[in-house]
């Protein structure tokens, strides 16, 4: 069985220059994956569908939706301190939000169907308020409440294992018992 790579080389748009999050870190990624005969064979390489406002709607509020496009449209260069973004930043956080969407039509689509989304802008300090540390959504959030939307999943678990903690997922999901964080 092999896995569905949800990638699609707009992400590298997100300009953040010279900052930590940056288009370096998926083309090593997708350089090593590429290079990499054997799990590269096991790959099904799909690619994302940008998401739409009623996707983005059960997650952030309509206010940091209308923020985010706002501050690239005018040019801004940092939503925060930590949080940079450039004029394309908005339609790429759109397609990084839709690959989660995307991972989660790929999984329910067969049994024990797997998914792994190489993204950016990354997406889980985002709450549903605020975009902040690197993050401008939260794209493990939005792939929940899609599931539980269009799927009717219960209950959903996100594991998170980047090196510091997703606060934005745990904030999302904080009081809702049908979904551990």
């Known amino acids: ?10 992400y590298l748009k997100h ?6 999050e940056n288009a370096r870190r998926l083309v090593a990624i997708m350089r090593a994956l590429d290079n990499d005969e054997t799990l590269s064979k096991k790959l099904n390489r799909v690619k994302p569908r940008a998401a739409l406002t009623e996707d983005l709607r ?30 394309e930043s908005f339609g790429v956080a759109l397609l990084a939000a839709g690959a989660a969407i995307t991972a ?17 802008p990354p997406g889980h300090h985002a709450t549903p308020a605020v975009a902040m540390g690197f993050c401008l959504f939260n794209n493990a959030a939005i792939g929940a409440r899609y599931a539980q939307a269009k799927y009717g999943v219960e209950r959903v678990l996100i594991v998170d294992w980047d090196v510091h903690h997703g606060n934005g997922t745990q904030h999302s999901f904080y009081d809702d018992p049908s979904v551990l964080f």
Request: hydrophobic fraction near 35%; aromatic fraction near 4%.
């Open 104 to 120: 989660v039509d790929c999984v329910m689509k067969e049994e024990g169907g797997r998914a792994f989304a190489v993204i950016r």
């Open 1 to 10: 069985m092999s896995v569905h790579l949800i990638y699609d080389p707009t």
């Open 58 to 87: 059960r997650c952030p509020g309509e206010r940091l939706i209308h923020d985010i496009e706002t501050l690239a449209e005018q040019g801004e260069t940092f939503v925060d301190a930590d949080t940079p973004i450039s004029r």
């Open 15 to 20: 300009d953040t220059g010279a900052h930590a």
